[in-house]
């Protein structure tokens, strides 16, 4: 458990760090700085895997970084409306946990609901 937990908060921390201003200055530099290096280096093999290689290795860590923490955003909403609905005595409690079901029946609902939510009197 402290695992996940650690995971989670390393996972937010490096997630959010990723979609600061300095990060993409960061990045642009980075980049820039291969560019330029590239007629100095002889546009050589090497120099054309260096940022293959470590642009495909941030690529892949930050995909499950960022999957994990809209996950988890996405499921502590979910847990909120579930909250919301259950409080309300008026709410029809079938949409708690509606996020569980399959697609097709997520859609049926929708479809019964209309364009708007009924309105209640």
Known sequence: MRTARAFAQLASVVAKAAGRPATFAAAFV????WGVSGPLLGFSDTWQLLMNSISSVVTFLMVFLIQNTQARDSEAMNAKLDTLVAA????????IG?????DQEIEQMRERLGPHPPARE
């Open 98 to 102: 509606v996020e569980q079901l399959p």
């Open 88 to 95: 309300v005595a008026r709410a029809d409690q079938r949409y």
């Open 30 to 33: 980075i980049i820039l700085a």
